[in-house]
Each structure stands twice: as C-alpha cells, then as structure tokens.
Antibody, heavy 119, light 108 residues
C-alpha cells in the first residue's frame, strides 16, 4: 500500500526558503504512471495546487507561485521535494504531498505538515 | 484560470437524510471533475473522479453527476462519518488545477 509522508521544518523565517520533502513508501516513483504533487491549505481555507513533477523531472507549476517554486525528484531515495523562496506570512499553511493520476486528479495524499512563517 | 464555486458554504443535514452539494465552473470542464472529502485534521480523500466514477472503496451512497459547468455530489443517506468538508476540483484546463472553496456538511 503506497503511503506518502511529508517532512521538513515547521517554522521558517520571512524571506527565507521553505523546504519540504515527501517520502513515498510501498511503491516506486520510478515505476511511472503518476505525477507527484504539492498542494497547500491556508488555515481554515481551501486548497491551492502548487505544482507537480514526473519521475523524469518534468514539472508544472501554478502560475501564481511559479517564480518562487522549485519541485525536484530523487528517485534513488523515492522522494520528491518542494522549495518555496522568499516566503512571507501569507505562505503559512498546511502543505500536502499527493500522487496525481495521469488525468490530473489527486488519488493519494500525505497527512500534511503545518509550516508557519514567522520571525 | 477556471474558477470553481461551491454552494452552499455550509449544509446542515440530519443523519439519514440526503445531502446535495453543488459545484459550478466558470467555463466548461467537460467531465473532468473530482470530489474530495476532508475531515478535521486529516488530508483530503478522493471520492469521485470523472464527475461520476467512485474511487475504490467509496460507498455507493456517494454519487456524482453533471458535466460542463454544473456538477452535483449527492450523499443519499448521511452517516455520522460523512460530516466533513467537501471540495470539487477541475482538471480540464490547467495550469493551474483549481479547487472550489468547499462545502461543510454539518449535523443539523
């Protein structure tokens, strides 16, 4: 059974870079057939898609965040990562990693990790 | 960007009753629509994709319908575990993939 688990700092200072990793267990990113994505949810709010990556490294980003986002994949570790630069308090959110079916819905989610941007 | 609008924001329903949730797209998304359920403190769970196909293990009391710009999620007989927030998501025209603002189904 495939599972996803987010990890990374829960507190980031303004203007710094937020870095999170998603570890996939029970299945291989390298096997293909899925994209791997990051989504965030501001406190008490709805869901915002950040971007996703394929095992080849090809990426798609939300245009609203594209200038600050980098998603990468490490198939040897079965992980993919998110970097969000120049963060502000508006980037405080629960960040989820998710698996994306090739028709672009999210069929499996991690439990999420809260990242707070504060000095 | 396609804007997804869900209504109502909150739906008060008694256990055993039917719940009908709406999702409207700002332009046609064909049948490229998914529904998710999110309980407090948990990640969203995929319920429906392709507007009407239940994901594996989703009870038959959940059904989705619609195409184009108007979609409905129906829960035929609400169980206690169904009280949650429900989101729709379009995947017809991207980037970006977009979600609706959610409908909270609460106990009446």
């Amino acid at each position: 059974q495939v599972q996803l688990q987010e990890s990374g700092p829960g507190l980031v200072k303004p203007s710094q870079t937020l870095s999170l990793t998603c570890t996939v267990s029970g299945g291989s990113i390298s096997s293909g057939g899925y994209y791997w994505s990051w989504i965030r949810q501001h406190p008490g709010k709805g869901l915002e898609w950040i971007g996703y990556i394929y095992n080849s490294g090809s990426t798609y980003y939300n245009p609203s965040l594209k200038s600050r986002v980098t998603i990468s994949v490490d198939t040897s570790k079965n992980q993919f990562s998110l970097k969000l630069s120049s963060v502000t308090a508006a980037d405080t959110a629960v960040y989820y990693c998710a698996r994306v079916a090739l028709v672009w819905y999210f069929d499996l989610w991690g439990r999420g990790t809260l990242v707070t941007v504060s000095s | 960007e396609i804007v997804m609008t869900q209504s109502p924001a909150t739906l008060s329903v008694s256990p055993g009753e039917r719940a009908t949730l709406s999702c409207r797209a700002s332009q046609s998304v064909s049948s490229n629509l998914a529904w998710y359920q999110q309980k407090p403190g948990q990640a969203p769970r995929l319920l429906i994709y392709g507007a009407s196909t239940r994901d594996t293990g989703i009870p038959a009391r959940f059904s989705g319908s619609g195409s184009g710009t108007e979609f409905t999620l129906t829960i035929s007989s609400l169980q206690s575990e169904d009280f949650a927030v429900y989101y729709c998501q379009q995947y017809n025209d991207w980037p970006p993939l977009t979600f609706g603002g959610g409908t909270k189904v609460e106990i009446k």
